[in-house]
Structure formats: structure tokens, C-alpha cells
């Protein structure tokens, strides 16, 4: 009778969603223990419990793939400032002592004599007409610059969508560890409520070995849970950009109702998520500069082909004797138009290398359109998918434990066999997991879903 009430009790007991704790417990929990492999440490400066916004900025601060993204957009910012000297003016100053031998003649009228030269100079030069090319590189740089920052912030935006999905990995696996040990205490209570009959000559030994081998595989799925576990949280602190052994678990954030969604806003129809993705995405972004640029490039190859006028001014103080002195001073300022003619045909190719480049861009620009659209439609379909299937799961487990409830009876009352029993445990075992899976499936979609339409993380902006 013991055993019996036991057994209603393990059943009332919920499926562990939300995941609370670790377990503790040896790892692995049957067999022979494996020292120092479960062992994790923590680290100086990182908390042991971390929210999925906290775990986003320890990797934001550590991630080397964000690291690299933030010093390409420096090296597209410094570009600007590299294609904006084009429009300053050259000022180059010189100072020279010049010693020429071996002349004849000359103030000296001897052979073998020397002469020598002095001078301070200054000269100036800018470009008044290029035929708008220095301003097309400029604008391109710009471009590329923008592009660069786009780039930089989708990187941090597929940062965070990593970090969540080690994130709700990791909880899923502690859940699963949590359901093992409830699915080995199960079927350990069946276990004993054959054994009970078999005391009491209501059952064979075969019945209590046909007990005992579900509880036999509920172990192995045991000691395979807590691998997982192991592994998905040395995955988490991996992706935080911390060693594989650091102590650091994720804080569930499911809520008591795990269908209820953690969205921060209503979903939108497909129409309006695209339109939204169009002007959220920053990669998307990134592709309209990205082609912007490439055609200011065409603009600036194009503007070869037209003349250039350039100003320039000298002034400076020569000697003009024989032994560097008597110093007077000159200057001189005037302008020079260069006309192109025929230049190999290197401006001409230049210009093709450009026109390509651009198509290039273009082509790449649709490519991120039907990217984008694409994305967005798999994560709606995923969203609401996952988001009927929480419903179905929960009906599922009801229904199966309502099954079980009513095995149990008939089989007290020897109205029905063992194996139909242990089918009723292998279906409550199955809807456990599966409304476990559902539930963590439908978080990983909530965060597709943001990744997709550009919004799965705050603070994005480039540094």
C-alpha cells in the first residue's frame, strides 16, 4: 500500500520546467565516477547565476569575433579620413645644401673648381577641378563607413543570438537532467509496487523483471542527461568567451505558464515583419551602403577621363654665388591643367573594374533582400509552430498522466497487465519530454525571431 500512495505522489509531480538548479549528484550517477571531469571553477569578476542580458555583454566585452568586427569598422572609419585629405592642400617645405665638383669655369674659371648651392623653399599645391573624383572618394569612403558600422552591429547581433541560444541549450539540458532523475524515480516506484505484489503473490518474477528493465534504460538516459548538461554548459561558458570549466549557469527566465511568450512585443504578419526587417536589419543596411559605395567608385574611375586643374606657389631663398651665399629670395605661383589623352587604356579598365564591381554590389543587395525575406518567413512559420506546440504538449502530458492515474487503478485492482502499465509510464516519460523540448524549442524560435527581424539585442550601436 506503500508504494501505492508513493506512486500518486510522483505522479502529481510537474515536468521540472522551468529548470531551478543543478543537480547535485556524482557524475556520472551510475558506474564509476570520473574525477575532475564535472569539476568547474569560478571566475574572478563572473557571476555564478547569469541573465541572458548579462551573459550578452560578458560576451559583447570578450567575444574575439567582436573584437575583429569592431577594428575592421575603425579601419572604415580611418578610410574617411584618409580619402578626405584629397581635398586639403600639399604644403611641402625644403632645405638644401647642394655641393657640385668637377666644374669648369664658373666664378672660379678653374678646372676641378666646385660650386655650391643653398636654398630654404616652400611650395604649395591643391586641386581646383578633377572632375569630381576626389568628392566620389570621399562619398565612397563614407559609404563603406556606414557599411562598416551595419556590419559591426549585425556581428553583435549574431553575438547575442548565439549567447542565446547556448543560453536556452544550457537550461534545456539541466531540465532534462531534472526530468531523468524524476522519470529513474518513476519507474523505480512501478519497480516497487511490482515487487509488493510479488511479496504478495499477485505477480511473477518475470513481471518484476519486465518492472525492472525500464528502470535499467531510465539510468542510462540519466547518465546521458548529465553529459549533456556538462557539455552544454561548458558550450555557455565557451560562447561567453570564458574557460569551458568556469562555474557559470544561466538564470531561467521561462515563466510559470512556459507558453506565455517572453516577446517584447506582439507578433507581427509576415508583411509587417519584412517591412520592419528592411529597416532594422543592419546587414541588410550594410548591403545598400555597400552598393552605394561601389557606384560613387564608378563616379571617381569615370572622372578620370576628365581634365584636372591644379594650383600651385612657391617661395623660398636660394644662394646664387659660387660658395653658397648672397642669399635672395623668389617666388612663383600658376596653375596647370592636365588634359588626358591616351593613357594605355589604364582608366578605361579602371572603369570596367568599377561598372563590375558595382554590378557586383547590386547583385549581392538582392541577394540580402530575399536573405532577409527569407528569414523572416522560416521564423514566423518556426514562432507559431513552436508556439502551438507548447499548447499541444501540455495537452499531451495531462493526457498522460490522467492514463497512467487510471492503469495504476485497474492494475491494483487486477484488471489490466504489466506491460499495459509500463506503456502508460513510457507515455507520461514521452509527453514529459516532449512538452521539455516544446518549451525551450519555442524560446530558440522567440530569439530567431528577433534575430530575423534585427531587434534580438539592445546597445547594438556601433563603438
Known sequence: MHAIILAAAVLATPTPIPA?????????????????????????????????????????ARSPVLAIARFDYRLSQLSVDLARTGIYPNIAGTASVTRSYGGRGG?????????????????????????????????????????????????????????????????????????????????????????????????????????????????VALVSAQGNELSALAAFANQLGLDASTLVAPVNDTPANPAASLLPAQLLDYDKAVARAFLERPDFLAAQYTAQAAAYNLRAQRAGLFPTLTGSATYGTNSTTATGTDFRSGGSTGVTLSIPIFDQGVTRVQIAQAQTQADIANSQLDESKLGVELNVRQALIGLVSAQAAVGQTQAELSKAQEILRATQAQYRAGVTTLPLLLNAQVGLTTAETDELNSVYLLRQAEQAYLFALGENTLNASAP
Request: no cysteine; glycine share 8%; net charge neutral.
Open 107 to 219: 666664378n672660379t674659371g678653374a678646372i676641378g673648381g666646385g660650386f655650391t648651392n643653398e636654398g630654404l623653399n616652400a611650395t604649395l599645391r591643391q586641386f581646383i577641378l578633377d572632375g569630381g573624383k576626389v568628392i566620389s572618394e570621399i562619398r565612397q569612403a563614407q559609404s563603406n563607413q556606414l557599411a562598416g558600422a551595419g556590419t559591426y552591429e549585425r556581428s553583435l547581433q549574431t553575438v547575442a543570438f548565439d549567447v542565446a541560444q547556448a543560453y536556452y541549450n544550457a537550461l534545456q539540458a539541466q531540465a532534462a537532467t531534472q526530468l531523468a532523475v524524476q522519470v529513474v524515480h518513476q519507474n523505480e516506484v512501478q519497480e516497487s509496487l511490482v515487487t509488493a505484489q510479488l511479496r504478495a503473490g499477485t505477480a511473477s518474477r518475470v513481471d518484476l523483471a519486465t518492472a525492472q528493465l525500464p528502470t535499467a534504460q531510465a539510468r
Open 20 to 60: 531551478t538548479a543543478q543537480q547535485v549528484m556524482p557524475y556520472p550517477a551510475y558506474g564509476t565516477p570520473a574525477p575532475g571531469v564535472a569539476v568547474q571553477h569560478a571566475q574572478a569578476g563572473i557571476p555564478i547565476s547569469i541573465s541572458l542580458p548579462q551573459a550578452i555583454a560578458i560576451s559583447a
